[in-house]
């Protein structure tokens, strides 16, 4: 069965495969360190064994954790930065930040549908980098350098970025549950690739599936929104 | 007795333009709060324990150690020891806890005895199924094998469609919240005025106590009807815990167990003359709905072949429940026929299209229709420069191959009722009792009923999703637009008409001289002779204007609503295929849909559920399958990496042409929902197969 291509000029994250093309290593732990620090495979993860300072830098390994206060596996406090304010959360470590963003803190905009790194409709906008945010741990994103930008951030309510007002005029979209992921991804791609061709935009967004088949509305969204932005009607 | 016909086309001002959703901009800022955003106050989540057997006896259940588990608020079993467990993803038991992690952690605690029982999980051919293979009656018309014993070409083949999914991107699911015996619902349903009454069922309330809210939902395509086992417990959950409870299904549950279209396959024999008539058709098929037999498929598809013979035998297994696919049964019966007669064409040396249109008296009353989109498909997809025989000669690994498709549905209009204000400030409602799956329900009743009162589309305010609303029906079967096009055309006419009563005194003329045109009441033909909108509905007082519309007709052969909707559309499609002969990989390079459905109310809408069926239709002719596997009885792929949908980058360039004007308007509005999804499906193997055969075997 015919895997779907990744475009080269998709600016998206890769999450789901290993710690290289994750994009995540300097936000926190990829998961090659992560099975070097519970030391290897098959090791059930308990209380202690992870730290909080394990957490952070991606070189902490088994030994520098060893003996260190541990956290978990009840809530630890975090503070996130999401859409330019600071949000106090208890989480367990386990919980990713897709679930935090719509369950704690009520951003339900990224939506939860394979819940494992696939389609990508929880996309939010890490640092500048789009990420599928079920695939990456409340705690990973808790660090003061990651800035959190989810839909609801785009613009106030009531008025529409130039990506969102884009989906709108060209009828990308139809029940709408793909839809904040896929404008949130849009909205990475133009920051990267500001001028895409028509060619470069059909492969575009190839992190995000639709099941109401929207892609062809999305492309002329995608180069929509482009000129939107560039003119400023943003 | 009122006027209730659509206005001619000289005289709309917004039917049939190009309109963008009404919704559009809550969803595409990710405000809008679907049924899996609910958070209500002191809201605790649900999960359920699910069979690992596709087949067993339930022995025993032990919930101990679940209800002492954190964050536990309730326990419901779901299925009692004793109960036969009949696919793996059957629900046993169902937790409530204060967060997600803490519901899963119980859950797994519950502890489930089962007495494992022999299962079929395989569509195999019925000879290989025992005593789970159900045959039904054979089915004959004219004389088969006289006309078989005189074909002077006669071609056998297989052909079939495996069972796939529904593949919602918003799970099913519901939150649920007491009010003492009054239950609120939010449900991602295609049904919002008819579900309560299951809940009601199997909660054992009286039906009107249940409340449906369904302000938007995240896609059914035919698997969202019902309360659901998982939504009748998590309302006793709530019920127990004496707190709101949401309880969506996860994605592997969603896919092992909430919606499966049939798979059909069939050995075929087709007989035709020498010229391309086609003469007789010969089919065993089998394939399996779950547990059920269901009936014998209606093959061939759209071609009334004047001698037949059909045997079909229904294999149960243990798959999962079978829901409405969109369009049901209609894309598995439209790839077996389209395969075929592509063969016969192919093997008679004749252009497809050619002996399509030698035989398409056999369409019936739509051939005229057939004809003119078959023209234009062919010339969208540039067919005459295109097509070759079968076996591609260009050099190189990567071979084409163009398809043909031709594709039928009924339509109609579902009950519904329409209930319109006009207040005397001058705003409009209007209510419904429907649901907007991403269709573009919702603003289709604007356009409505802002056309028939002559305002802008910003001046009505639409009320669905609602059960409290007036009734009307489900979502299915693309009825939707036909019945709510229909109640709201005569509720926002009724009501103009009370509102004209009113005003004609005052301007010396009697009712039928007036007109709602441009925000004004006027005199026909005296535009100077009126009012504003507003000044004439303050004419009101106190006393806002309700009136109600009816479509209570499902056929379009019932009297009441045959000036406003019919049923029974075409639809053509073509496509060209590339194969890679070396890896296997099968692209679609270009897709034309040509297709008709009536009156259209906005086109925009209109096209983008012709692309959308398109792409799904290519997802599951290139991508999609539930795998089963035998040893375990369980769906090996029950999540979306392995569970193919087409990405952006596998759609190639899509052309979608709507037959619209003279011809088509007059038939009233036909729904969209199902047609553009059947042929889409069909146009790929059988090419796949023509340009490997000879030219591509390289």
Known sequence: ?234 | MADYRWPEAGKRSLIGKRISRLDGPVKSSGRVKYTYDVDRPNMLYGKMVLSPYAQATIKSIDTTAAEKMPGVKAVQVMREPGTEILWAGQEVVAVAAETEEQARDAARRVVVNYEKLPHLVRDVEPAKAGDRAKPAAEQTEGDPDKAFQEAEVTVEGQYGCSVITHCCLEAHGQATEWEGDNLTVWASTQNVSGIGGEFATGLKIPAGNVRTLTPVMGGGFGSKFGADTWGVACAQLAKKAGRPVKMMLERDHELMVAGARPSIHAKVRVGAQKDGTITAWSSESWGTGGMGTGGSPRLPYVFRIPNQRKRHTAVLTNIGPVRAWRAPNHPQLCLITMAALEDLAAKLGIDPVEMFLKNIGMTGELSKVYAAELQKAAELIEWQKKWHPRGDKAPGVIKRGLGISLHTWGGGGHPSNCACAIHPDGSVEVSLGSQDLGTGTRTVIAIIAAETLGLPLEAVKVNIGDSHYPQSGGSGGSTTVGGVSASTRRATTNALNELLAKMAPSLGVENDQLEAVGGRIQVKGNPSKGMSWKQACAKLGTTPINATGQTSITTPTGPSARDLISSGVGGVQMAEVAVDIETGVVKLEKLVAVQDCGLIIDLKTAESQVYGGCIMGVCYALYEEKIMDEQTGRCLNPDMEFYKLAGIADIGELVVHMMTGPGYDERGVIGLGEPPVISSGALTPDKVLAALEKGGAA
């Open chain 1, 1 to 234: 069965m015919p895997k779907r291509p990744k475009s080269p000029e998709s600016d998206h994250p890769k999450v789901k495969g290993g710690p290289e093309e994750s994009g995540r290593k300097q936000a926190g732990l990829g998961r090659r360190d992560f099975v070097k620090l519970v030391g290897g495979t098959g090791v059930a993860v308990t209380a202690g064994v992870l730290t909080k300072e394990a957490l952070l830098p991606a070189e902490s390994n088994a030994q520098a954790a060893a003996g260190r206060r541990g956290i978990g596996p009840g809530p630890v406090n975090i503070t996130l930065r999401v859409n330019g304010e600071d949000k106090d959360v208890a989480v367990e470590p386990r919980v990713t930040l897709l679930d935090v963003l719509r369950d704690r803190l009520h951003l339900t905009g990224a939506k939860k549908v394979c819940d494992r790194g696939t389609c990508g409709a929880c996309t939010v906008i890490v640092s500048g980098k789009a990420i599928y945010s079920c695939t990456m741990l409340a705690i990973d994103a808790a660090n003061s350098s990651a800035d959190i930008l989810t839909i609801e951030g785009l613009a106030p309510e009531g008025q529409l970025h130039a990506v969102s007002a884009a989906f709108v005029d060209n009828d990308a979209q139809q029940c709408g549950f793909c839809t904040p992921g896929f404008v949130m991804a849009c909205k990475a791609y133009l920051d990267a690739q500001p001028n895409p061709t028509y060619e470069q935009v059909k492969a575009a967004l190839g992190g995000n599936l639709c099941r109401c088949g929207t892609y062809v509305g999305v492309r002329k969204a995608v180069l929509d929104a482009a000129m939107r932005m560039k003119g400023g009607r943003s």
